[in-house]
């Protein structure tokens, strides 16, 4: 059964940082490609950040590239996605993806979590 957990989220200032995390289960986890998406209130799911199975390529939403990285740690099976000078519009659930045979910023992802709540607000 894979499973995909995110955690890390939470509320948090403007011009502050936070670090999810994504375990994943189930799957050869040095074999998926992973991304981040997320959702605000009233709004379409949006890609986020991926990083591809050999963590050699990354790809961000532009919007966030300079204040965002996503990274992946093959012997905790997870990825992370640093998230650094926060904006309110960066509040929405976060979602991480994975597949073995899609890598790119559209949701052709296999493997979904149930999200994490990021807020940014004073």
């Known amino acids: 059964q894979v499973q995909l957990v995110e955690s890390g989220g939470g509320l948090v200032q403007p011009g502050g940082s936070l670090r999810l995390s994504c375990v994943i289960s189930g799957l050869t986890f040095s074999n998926v490609n992973v991304a981040w998406f997320r959702q605000a209130p009233g709004k379409e799911r949006k890609f986020v950040a991926a990083i591809a199975w050999r963590g050699d390529s990354t790809s961000y939403l532009d919007s966030v590239k300079d204040r965002f990285t996503i990274s992946r740690d093959n012997a905790k099976n997870t990825v992370y996605l640093e998230m650094n000078s926060l904006i309110p519009e960066d509040t929405a659930v976060y979602y991480c993806?994975?597949?073995?045979?899609?890598?790119?910023?559209?949701?052709?992802?296999?493997?979904w979590g149930q999200g994490t709540q990021v807020t940014v607000s004073s």
């Open positions: 993806a994975a597949a073995i045979n899609y890598y790119g910023p559209k949701s052709l992802y296999n493997y």
